[in-house]
């Protein structure tokens, strides 16, 4: 079997080694989203060996929790019995008591991994820590603790929001983000895996940069073979994924579920009091809800270019959610080759030309390096009016706007007279509605480039897929 390896995240693990060197105790908090990496981060970069690891179980209660982690005192401690613990306070006593017989010249590494996962209801699990951390931890300079744990909200939450015990007492946050394509090239890479780009592209339309999802791939099958293989076989690993994804990440996972469905039959995207009418959710609720899907990189906001009563656009960027929204939650075929007999149809060929600018969206730094405007303050954007719309716009702070057309296609994307009449009718009533005076420049993002590019007064500029694969 392929060892996996640790791909990517240089600054990350940068930082829990300084933590681990530093002169002082550190408190550092991993989060980020469901099968990111944060456990593999940890593991991989301190080689799991940690003087007391403790991982939180789902949906267990206070007694089984506090059971299991007087199990690992024990592990770790190597010692006869397991401690008996009443509560919280006091398992962060024992634990305090256990750090004190370790060599005292040693920085102490204790990993506690699924953090909200052990803060059940009324068991004083944080009220505990704020002591252990504030009233012995922080008062030492060998102790350095790392928190991780997938909901998002409840790391921001209780511990690096946290205006109570723990205000300010943070010293270390690191958000795992997911993958981009020169990273996720560089991990199947690691796997053996002779995909060339283009289908690479196609697997993050699916999987999107979620590390887990792409540790499951067998290299010696097509994509396609992969994608049945995973989803529409009878036990196939990913056919039950959606079923936990929200609700493992957020309490009333339904409610989270509800704004992304209706966000993936919106590709344009929906302002905020347009995700209230659907789906009958108001004020401070439907705000944190946003606010959490896009600390969790489910969704992205956007401005709406030159409309400030429109407000912020929000679309679904989490592609394994389009995925499933679009293939899996109605499919009753029972075709186990579902996908590799439904290729070159026009349900996948939509479904691509869609996932393509979402995943040029989430490339916009690649996209701003291709056109030598990395140093320059840039501000992304979105518009439409009753009869257009641009889902990319680039407002530079020279004084440039560069419009973008991003199409997906199999071979060289070729510009038609009446597409062409199209896009110009689309520039007159961008200027005429933004009443800008500003360059404008018309960027086209292709998969292989544009096939007439050069005798085309509409290409201004050209990114191809390779171009998204840059680091």
């Avoid at 919106?266 to 944190?288: H, N, Y």
């Avoid at 186990?336 to 691509?352: D, E, G, K, Y």
């Avoid at 979105?382 to 440039?400: M, Y």
Wanted: positive net charge; charged residues 25%; contains cysteine.
């Amino acid at each position: 079997m392929t060892q996996i390896e640790l791909v990517g995240r240089e600054s990350e693990i940068s930082t829990l080694n300084a933590c681990a060197k530093s002169a002082q105790s550190e408190f550092a908090v991993v989060f980020g989203r469901r099968r990111i990496g944060k456990t593999f981060l940890v593991n991989q970069t301190f080689k799991g060996k940690f003087d007391f690891c403790y991982v939180g179980g789902h949906h267990l209660n206070e007694r089984e929790q506090l059971k299991n982690f007087s199990e690992a005192l024990k592990s770790y401690s190597k010692a006869l019995f397991a401690p008996t613990l009443e509560d919280w306070f006091d398992a962060f006593r024992q634990l305090q008591v256990y750090l004190e017989s370790l060599n005292k010249s040693k920085k102490k590494i204790i990993f506690i991994d699924e953090m909200p996962w052990i803060d059940t209801p009324y068991s004083g699990f944080v009220k505990a820590l704020e002591n252990f951390w504030n009233g012995w931890a922080a008062l030492r300079n060998d102790i350095f603790l790392v928190a991780s744990g997938s909901a998002t909200s409840w790391m921001a939450e209780k511990l690096f929001e946290n205006q109570g015990g723990l205000y300010n007492r943070i010293t270390a946050q690191i958000y795992l983000r997911p993958f981009t394509l020169h990273e996720v090239e560089l991990y199947l890479k690691s796997k053996n895996c002779p995909w060339d780009r283009f289908q690479i592209a196609q697997a993050y339309m699916i999987f999107g940069g979620v590390p887990f999802y792409y540790s499951l791939v067998n290299p010696k099958l097509s994509l396609a073979q992969n994608v049945d293989e995973l989803f529409f076989a009878k036990n196939g690993r990913l056919r039950r994924e959606f079923d936990e994804l929200y609700n493992v990440l957020f309490s009333q996972g339904d409610k989270y579920i509800a704004v992304a469905k209706l966000l993936a039959g919106k590709p344009q995207g929906l302002c905020r009091d347009e995700i209230i009418k659907g789906i009958g959710i108001q004020g401070g609720a439907i705000t944190k809800m946003l606010a959490n899907l896009e600390h969790s990189d489910f969704i992205q906001s956007y401005a709406s270019f030159g409309n400030k009563k429109k407000g912020t656009i929000y679309k679904l960027t989490d592609f394994f959610s389009l995925f499933y929204f679009k293939f899996l939650e109605h499919n009753r075929s029972g075709d186990v080759r579902f996908w590799s007999n439904s290729l070159n149809t026009p349900a996948i060929n939509s479904w691509q030309g869609i996932s393509f600018e979402r995943l040029c969206l989430l490339h916009t730094e690649q996209i701003k390096k291709k056109l030598g405007i990395t140093g320059i303050r840039t501000e992304m954007s979105a518009w439409k009016n009753k009869t257009s719309q641009i889902d990319l716009i680039l407002d530079r702070a020279d004084r440039i706007i560069n419009l973008f057309e991003i199409k997906f296609s199999i071979n060289k994307y070729s510009i038609t007279a009446k597409y062409a009449e199209k896009l110009r009718n689309r520039i007159s009533e961008f200027q005429s509605s933004s009443k800008t005076r500003k360059g404008i420049l018309h960027t086209f993002v292709t998969t292989f480039g544009v096939l007439n590019a050069e005798g085309s007064s509409l290409v201004n500029s050209e990114i191809v897929l390779d171009d998204l694969f840059e680091k």
